[in-house]
């Protein structure tokens, strides 16, 4: 596997840990304190180091893939803009008592996050495709990430859909490594050598 590119899929399964903690933390917070409007700086500085460190990781995750991985120019597009999106909800979320136009129990919001997010989970297909693990992984990977829907029907905010995103691509970063290491799937890199067929004919041979 190409070190770089080994280093990004670690990379965003980390990154995304880390945003499973900070919907943890979220889910804990709002549980305890959201119906008093309580605001309790340390959960907040806890959840916010999560958030940071989990961008960090996704940044780097960004850097090492798109400047490793040939083509792929829909992936390379929609994989930064996706990060954006859940650093603008997530900021949105953990100052929503400060702002009056967050809705976070919004069912349209948590609809367009779920497709949005779908979609650019769909873009990852292009890393092999027409192999069947890889399919079947974008295809479980998707459906989880619809699934986050179910949160606003449910009672809870925006930060259940950001969860089962996580998750979503936890399985999907931690499939792919698992896949190329047993070398079921191949991503082309820039600097591979180039493989070459030989074809040998025994037509004229004795």
Known sequence: ?????????????????????FSLVCLAYYSIFGKEGIVVPF?????????????????LAVININRTVRMRTWLKISFPLYIAMELVLMVLELNSYRIEFYKPY???????????????????????TG????????IISVAVILSGMLGNIL??????????????????????K??????TIEIDCHGDKARVTEYKSTFFGE
Not at 4 to 16: A, D, E, I, M
Not at 106 to 125: D, M
Request: charged share 10%; aromatic share 16%.
């Open 178 to 183: 698992w896949m190329l290491g047993r070398g």
């Open 106 to 128: 919004s069912l349209l919001l948590a609809i367009v996050h779920s497709v949005a997010s779908a979609a650019v989970c769909f873009c990852f297909y292009s890393l092999d």
């Open 155 to 176: 009672g809870f905010r925006i930060y259940f859909s950001i969860l089962i995103n996580a998750v979503a691509y936890v399985i999907l970063f931690a499939s792919v």
């Open 43 to 59: 959960i907040e500085v806890i959840a916010y180091l999560c958030e940071a460190a989990g961008f960090v990781f996704m940044v």
């Open 131 to 138: 192999k069947k693990g890889l399919e079947i992984t974008i």
């Open 1 to 21: 596997m190409h070190e770089k590119l080994s280093k990004g899929l670690t990379f965003g399964l980390l990154g995304n840990v880390f945003f499973i903690l």
